[in-house]
């Protein structure tokens, strides 16, 4: 059975914070199939197209027909744990901090035996469902879970690895003005979250529901407007160390034409407000995160950001939206890329339009903020790397893999 | 296995083929060495044994892990010799038999006339975890990133699904383990200097369950070689040798079974002994590779001492020791002696070498006329994918 | 440029300097920090809007300039205490000298009357200022003098943050001139410009006026001036004080963050 996550202690002051160390990275370029269905949540592995065997460990030929046609497609995630050991014994600084390690091998309902992370509920001969995992280093890894629900099994600490579930840790929302970062408050606190700080730019303009937001159970309103370098840093300095996980909800949505005389303008403002308010944001918070990834079992675990999902194909209604998300997706990349370091995650979450004021003109069907909401906790709890979230932002990611030019066309119409 | 349908050919013997001079650099736990100097010290050795000159080898086979970025081209200009063939064989602990098998052929063939069969590999403090994480593309990918715990982690899982399917109990295992350190007490060149009881082996930290402390092979540096030359050559040099009755190789047999419970041997023993004209019961003395002893365990079972299944049972009936029934991994083996890097699939070669031209010296057993040596390596993946094994004979068999 | 000396101007600024070092004649100053923080005016967001003031560091003695400190600012033209143009307003678009390059000169130096309003401002966030309301004035103080500013003081600069801004769901609730009070000291008394401590020289309401924002609307179209977000307007006597309001020479500015300056005497 596994151990409920307890409040954590207060650190002790004489302590020094561990260094954050990171599980063994090199990959072959093929095994990074397996790193983009754990990004997104899916158990892919390869299936020959010609003669249909499952395959594992990635190979880049068929060892049943030697063909090179190896695509990564969804698998059963059931298997049966054959064996299992538990190391005591690593070569691997990471892995030495965090002894003992279950392994097993599993023997998966689809063929290959996999070689896999176990959760502390399976037990050898019994049955399993796998997931794909990025482990704190960003690669993906296999690991077996019991099939049906055991009572915590969430805060197993090998799935506490893998994942970055709020229960227990400290979130920074950027923008509590936002209905989404409102929604997502309300949810972080039912998940579990300790502590919920919630920024408030211009706090002399009130807002919708803020009262409401004032009672949600953990929620602290902060200071926070990024597009003020000082107000970032100011906060960063009071609550940086804090902050386990950061939700960056600010955004600017402004409708307009390219040629409309203020377009520069506001773009400019949009821009303010999403990509360097996020540089802003990464360079108060990112580098003590980065620093805190391995600050005992709840140090930082995740940043995550919310982008439209035109960030992938420009929907002329929202120009200025998209290009900025556009930005923002690339920065993410960026800053994921520095996060890793510290065995930080960053999520995306895409969704379509939201059901709020902005998206007035926009036919439905919207994300409700509840649903981004739970969507981006689900996210969290299962360490995912690329959310989409709701029919549009899953209809556009299916078409622009399908075709990115009928996309392009379609979209302004 | 024969997807043809065509008529497997016969193996030709390797009548008038020898080995000889059997060669051990003593070991070292660390060694601030390189791999090109345990192989050129082995070099010096096979010539001072043999009483040439290292130039008057024209074949080199070497096993290394330790080498890099040297070749064995380089290595040839490193040590001056010449040769008129030379190879490699980076395959761990099959590299012995393999070695021994091309090397075999060669002189048959009039390749070459004198083939140094060397292994050696240095240890540093951080080769062990170096070579771990670098082991294969499988190992890299889908193994080391699951805990690192090395192949302890991998055979703890064959172990214990061998222990689940089979019944054999970690007394078993230390039986196995117990004998061999009796063994390796004689053996001035062994790490492990201490008596192993079987209570202390049970009672030994756990590694990865089901594998402890003294299931596993201590890494460390060393080198073991041979050489291979005609029946002629070695009498005109008046050198011992061993006769090669028959030798078997096979890589990945078997990929059906989930979880490995047999290796290559199970495959090929029939041609074995059919080939050397004997049958099990015939062997006097047998070095297994023993990098876990489950996989000795195995061994017994797949090179025919045995039904699968039966290992626990046979390990059981027999002492092991020197003196006693069944003489196994007389050195000490490697769980006792030290696993040399490549070198560890050379030294129950080399060992079985000296029992059969009866040099053993202190680990001598009486009566050896006939021996079985075999290797084992490369878990590349989930298995140890290579097996071979040699059946040698004395001078005087 | 020959020794022009006897009593004149030249005369009369000794005198000022040498009143200024006694202190004599105090100089107060009107100007609220330029930061971040300072609420600025809102529209309604489907509107272009004012940037506030924003500060990004380039070096402070470090790997981006060892031996200096400085910054990159940027605002809106309307933010923080400012000056308005007679061209902020569709009213003065097409007067001569309407922006604050052309702002003349003369223009920059010009006495001021300071009606309290602090009482009614504190009982009312509403509060309008009439024509009665300035007549009353006058009966205490004399006439309005043409060409000079009208600073209405609500003590509203004493206010921070929320309450500054006074924000509810209908808008903002700060006070300001009425219609005919503004219309009335432009045409019938020639003042140069009108001054408040809130954001804007309207009523946070004076959207509903008619005409809309009408303080903008009458100020500008005459070709006067405003400025807004001023502070110690409770230091200034209501007659004597002189103000010097220079806003940057911004080529077409609209209006400008600026430093204003009372000469108070003792």
């Excluded at chain 2, 060397?118 to 540093?124: C, F, K, Q």
């Excluded at chain 3, 000794?14 to 006694?22: C, V």
């Excluded at chain 3, 009614?120 to 003098?145: M, S």
Aim: glycine share 10%; with cysteine; net charge negative.
């Amino acid at each position: 059975m596994s151990k409920p996550i307890a409040k954590p202690k207060r650190k002790n002051p004489l302590e020094r914070t561990r260094e954050p160390l990171l599980p063994p990275a090199p990959r072959s370029r093929t095994a990074h199939g397996l790193t983009r269905a754990a990004a997104e949540g899916r158990f892919a592995i390869q299936r020959c197209a010609e003669c249909h065997a499952f395959t594992y460990p990635p190979r880049d030929a068929c060892p049943r027909c030697l063909s090179d046609r190896l695509p990564f497609v969804d698998a059963p995630t059931g298997g049966v744990l054959a064996a299992l050991t538990t190391v005591h014994v690593t070569a691997d600084s990471y892995f030495r901090e965090r002894l003992p390690w279950r392994t097993g091998i599993v023997t998966l309902d689809c063929g290959p035996q996999a070689i896999a992370h176990v959760h502390g509920d399976c037990a050898e001969g019994e049955r399993v469902n796998m997931s794909l995992q990025l482990d704190r280093g960003g690669q993906a890894a296999l690991f077996a879970n019991p099939i049906s629900r055991t009572p915590d099994m969430q805060d197993d600490l090998q799935w506490r690895e893998m994942t970055a579930d709020p229960n227990q840790r400290r979130v920074l929302i950027t923008d509590g003005r936002n209905p989404v970062g409102q929604a997502l408050a309300k949810t972080l606190a039912e998940a579990g979250a300790r502590e919920i700080f919630v920024g408030v730019g211009e706090q002399w303009k009130p807002f919708p529901n803020e009262e409401a937001l004032r009672q949600i159970g953990g929620v602290k309103i902060v200071p926070l407007d990024l597009t003020d370098e000082r107000s970032v840093a100011d906060l960063a300095t009071d609550i940086g160390a804090k902050v386990d996980i950061l939700i960056n909800t600010t955004d600017h949505i402004r409708p307009g034409h390219l040629f409309d005389a203020g377009a520069t303008l506001r773009i400019g403002e949009t821009m303010e407000q999403t990509l360097f308010g996020a540089m802003r944001l990464a360079r108060a918070f990112a580098p003590v995160m980065i620093a805190r990834g391995a600050d005992g079992r709840h140090g930082a675990a995740a940043w995550v950001n919310l982008l439209s999902v035109h960030a992938l194909a420009n929907l002329p209604a929202l120009g200025s939206l998209s290009v900025s998300h556009a930005a923002c997706l690339s920065l993410s990349h960026w800053l994921r890329a520095e996060l890793a370091r510290g065995g930080v995650k960053l999520m995306n979450a895409f969704s379509g339009p939201l059901d709020t004021e902005w998206f007035q003109t926009l036919p439905p069907p919207k994300v409700a903020p509840a649903a981004l909401a739970t969507a981006v906790v689900d996210g969290l709890r299962r360490g995912l790397e690329e959310v989409y979230v709701g029919d549009v932002a899953n209809d556009i990611k299916t078409r622009l893999t399908a075709n990115p030019k009928a996309l392009e066309r379609e979209i302004g119409q | 296995m024969n997807g043809t349908g065509a008529a497997k050919s016969k193996r030709q013997s390797y009548d008038g083929v020898v080995a000889t001079v059997p060669v051990t650099v003593p070991y070292q736990r660390y060694s601030i060495e390189s791999g090109q100097w345990w192989i050129g010290r082995a070099l010096r050795a096979l010539a001072d044994g043999a009483g040439i000159s290292h130039r008057d080898f024209d074949g080199f086979s070497v096993a290394s892990f330790s080498i890099a970025p040297d070749s064995a081209v380089g290595l040839t200009q490193h040590f001056g010799l010449s040769p008129r063939w030379l190879d490699t064989i980076p395959m761990g602990g099959v590299s012995g038999i393999l070695s021994l098998r091309r090397a075999a052929r060669a002189v048959q063939a009039g390749d070459a006339d004198i083939v140094a069969c060397v292994a050696g590999d240095t240890n540093h403090v951080d080769t062990f975890r170096k070579t771990l994480s670098n082991f294969s593309r499988f190992a890299q990918d889908a193994v080391y990133p699951y805990g690192a715990g090395g192949p302890n982690a991998s055979f703890a899982l064959i172990a214990r699904n061998y222990m689940k399917q089979f019944g054999a109990r970690r007394e078993d295992f230390g039986k196995l383990c117990v004998a061999q350190r009796d063994n390796a007490l004689r053996n001035p060149h062994a790490l492990m200097k201490k008596p192993l009881t079987l209570d202390q082996y049970l009672a030994a930290r756990p590694i990865a369950e089901p594998i402890h402390l003294f299931d596993c092979v201590m890494p460390c540096a060393g080198a073991e070689a041979f050489l291979v030359m005609r029946e002629e050559t070695a009498r005109a040099l008046a050198l011992p040798a061993a006769k090669i009755l028959s030798t078997i190789e096979r890589h990945n047999a078997f990929a059906e079974d989930p979880i490995q419970v047999r290796g290559g041997w199970a495959q090929d023993a029939g041609e074995l002994y059919a080939m050397a004209g004997i049958a099990p019961a015939d062997i006097d003395v047998v070095q297994t590779y023993d990098d876990y002893p489950v996989i000795s365990m195995m061994q017994f079972e797949d090179l025919g001492f045995c039904e699968k299944g039966e290992g626990p049972d046979f390990v059981r009936k027999h002492s092991f020791t020197i003196n006693g029934s069944f003489p196994h991994n007389t050195s000490g083996g490697q769980l006792s002696v030290g696993q040399a890097g490549a070198a560890g699939g050379h030294l129950g070669i080399v060992e079985c070498m000296r029992q059969v031209i009866k040099i053993a010296g202190p680990t001598q057993i009486d009566g050896a006329r006939i021996g079985l040596a075999s290797g084992f390596g490369m878990i590349n993946y989930d298995r140890g994918l290579s097996a071979g094994a040699v059946i040698f004979a004395g001078d005087r068999a | 440029m020959t020794a022009a000396a006897g009593p004149g101007p030249t005369d009369l600024l000794g005198k000022l300097a040498a009143s200024i070092a006694g202190g004599g004649v105090k100089l107060v100053d009107l100007t609220h920090t330029l930061s971040p923080d300072f609420p600025t005016i809102v529209m309604p967001p489907e509107f272009g809007q004012s940037a506030p003031f924003r500060m990004e560091r380039i070096s402070r003695y470090d790997g981006d300039g060892p031996a200096w400190y400085w910054n990159n600012i940027s605002f809106g033209e309307h933010t923080g205490t400012h000056f308005d143009a007679p061209v902020h307003w569709f009213t003065g678009k097409d007067l001569p000298l309407n922006t604050v390059d052309t702002l003349p000169t003369a223009d920059m130096l010009a006495p001021a009357c300071i009606i309290d309003c602090a009482r009614q401002a504190a009982e009312d966030a509403d509060f309008l200022l009439t024509r009665q309301d300035v007549l009353d004035w006058e009966a205490r103080h004399g006439r309005v003098p043409s060409r000079s500013w009208v600073l209405m003081r609500t003590d509203w600069s004493k206010k921070t943050g929320r309450d500054y801004a006074n924000l509810t769901d209908d808008g903002a609730h700060t006070p300001g001139p009425d219609a005919e009070a503004i219309r009335w000291l432009v045409e019938e008394r020639g003042i140069i410009g009108f001054g408040t401590e809130t954001i804007g020289t309207d009523a946070g309401q004076a959207g509903h006026f008619d005409p809309p924002y009408p303080a903008h609307h009458f100020l500008h179209g005459a070709g006067r001036y405003g400025l807004q977000c001023l502070t110690n307007l409770d230091l200034l006597p209501p007659v004597g004080a002189l103000v010097f309001a220079a806003p940057l020479k911004i080529l077409h500015g609209s209006g400008s963050p600026l430093r204003v300056v009372a000469l108070v005497g003792g």
